[in-house]
């Protein structure tokens, strides 16, 4: 049996700012960052000490912090490093919500720590907290089906349908939250990797590990 999750402290979302990134599938992490603050009453600010913007809420009992890193996705860890050292959160206590391109479009996995598979954005989180000790979210975006059209995929908007499969991926995850702020873990994870998404999927990658 697995030891339980430690419970979070840091929610962060992966992105690119800037309103020609705002919605694009790249930013599905913000998209779950905004949505959470929405229904909580929390709103983002800018704080140029930790290089992104950020909300506090409190949610089951527990005051949260929430951070967007304004760092453009590949130095994503600038901003999350910067946090997390000041108010002293462990890499363990972080859940970091970002885009996967190696999930069927609509799917959601939890997972508790881990190599970056290819992201950017996971990958200099890595190299600034010095661990991969950190929990994710990982919100399935789909594979283009061809490694070259992976970068203008990411970077570029769903249609509406597509918008549809994540958005309720994002309400599904956030529904789970409590669960998991109160260190149920596997509960969560059950709910969310057994839910049915009634959409074709997207085609098979040539080579998923090829992101931007």
């Known amino acids: 049996m697995s030891e339980p ?3 979070p402290q840091l929610l962060v979302g992966l992105g690119n700012p800037g309103p ?7 930013n599905a992490g913000f998209w779950l960052m905004d949505e959470l603050a929405r229904q909580h009453g929390g709103q983002f600010r ?5 290089h992104g913007e950020t909300c506090r809420i409190a949610l089951a009992g527990q005051d949260l912090w929430l951070l967007k890193p304004m760092t453009f996705m590949n130095r994503s860890g600038q901003a999350v490093a910067a946090l997390a050292r000041f108010h002293r959160i462990p890499p363990p206590a972080i859940l970091v919500a970002h885009d996967d391109l190696d999930l069927p479009l609509g799917t959601v996995r939890l997972k508790q720590a881990g190599g970056h598979g290819g992201h950017n954005g996971l990958r200099d989180l890595i190299a600034h907290l010095g ?3 950190f929990a994710r979210v990982r919100l399935g975006i789909g594979h283009p089906g061809n490694s070259r059209e992976v970068l203008d995929h990411v ?3 769903p249609s509406r349908a597509e918008q549809a ?4 991926a994002i309400l599904d995850t956030l529904r789970e939250l409590p669960r998991i702020l109160a260190g149920q873990w596997q509960r969560a994870v059950q709910a969310l990797h057994g ?3 009634e959409s074709p999927l997207s ?3 040539d080579n998923p590990t090829a992101k931007p």
């Open 165 to 168: 499969l994540i958005e309720q």
């Open 46 to 50: 800018p704080d140029a000490k930790y």
């Open 20 to 26: 020609q990134y705002a919605d694009t599938r790249h």
């Open 131 to 133: 661990s991969n000790e």
């Open 203 to 205: 085609p098979a990658p």
């Open 195 to 197: 839910r049915r998404i």
């Open 155 to 157: 970077l570029r908007r």
């Open 5 to 7: 999750a430690p419970l």
